[in-house]
């Protein structure tokens, strides 16, 4: 005798029902904690990605040109153009002392320039344009004393 006919024989057709009806219930209930989990992550998913939104600054409003006229517009072009030039200049020098193994945090806090890009537009971009000459300045001199250091 198998062990489901040996069931069927020893439980009454009253307690083989209750038994079906207790695992439909079962059932039911993991399906509906199932439900409440799925709605769960996703109200939790939602909330983590508004406030990851909610963190990120505003972006910057486009600039309105058309009170600007055409010298003022050329003068703010020849700084954005100086500035892109030594940026290009800061990061070669960059690149190099970093082959070398050459900068160290001291050096690397000098020439990082992120906290003047902002408001740099403000005075034609000529505090950034120092900045960054200062900050070649110091890679220079660091990249001259090790050359001659280990000629």
């Known amino acids: 005798m198998r062990a489901s006919e040996f069931l069927q024989e020893a439980l009454k057709p009253e307690a083989l029902a209750a038994l079906q009806q207790a695992r439909g219930a079962i059932t039911q209930q993991r399906d509906q904690d199932v439900a409440a989990w799925q709605q769960d992550f ?10 990851a939104k ?19 517009l050329k003068t703010k072009l020849s700084g954005v153009n100086a500035a ?37 537009d403000q005075d034609n971009y000529a505090s950034l344009i120092q900045k960054a000459d200062t900050a070649i300045q110091r890679l220079q001199q660091r990249l001259n004393i090790n050359r001659t250091a280990y000629k």
């Not at 996703?42 to 406030?51: D, H």
């Not at 909610?54 to 003022?72: I, L």
């Not at 200049?89 to 320039?113: V, Y």
């Open 84 to 120: 892109i030039d030594k940026m290009q200049q800061l990061e070669k020098l960059r690149t190099a002392a970093e082959k070398r193994g050459l900068m160290n945090p001291g050096l690397e806090a000098d020439t990082d320039l992120a906290l003047y890009m902002r408001g740099a």
């Open 42 to 51: 996703e109200k939790n998913m939602a909330q983590r990605f508004m406030t």
């Open 54 to 72: 909610a963190g990120r600054p505003a972006p910057t409003p486009p600039t309105d040109y058309s009170k600007y006229s055409y010298s003022e």
